[in-house]
């Protein structure tokens, strides 16, 4: 299957898991293309001053790599800045939320799959 770059329809998120104002998700992957193993691989854009709230995953894990821009995660409690180039990683049973605090966009690509 090959999903075409005009098939990727914009999803735009106000309060996403209760963060500040709006976010842009890209969704490449629809959760029944992974048939039960995941259910998000998209790209993010969060302009300044917006975030995603403080959330635990519970059966999942995500990954998301900082593609541009710069981010401040609360990754478990602890404050941290990460940029571009930069990983992160939320494991089953963990919890984060992302920021940002920059004066451009802060584009991600994010991946949320279930625990085996």
Known sequence: MIR????????RVQNARGGDNEVIFY???KPEDAKGH???F?????PPG????YHEHS???????????????????KQEVI???DMAICKDGEGHSTRNNGS???VLIAMIMNTL
């Open 42 to 46: 998209s790209k993010l854009v969060i």
């Open 4 to 11: 075409r770059s005009d098939e990727i329809k914009e999803r």
């Open 59 to 77: 059966g999942e894990f995500e990954a998301f790599y900082v593609i541009s821009g710069e981010a401040t995660i609360d990754d478990n409690g």
């Open 38 to 40: 995941g259910r998000l």
């Open 104 to 106: 451009e966009d802060l």
């Open 50 to 53: 917006a975030s995603i709230g």
């Open 83 to 85: 940029k571009a180039g």
């Open 27 to 29: 969704d490449w992957m």
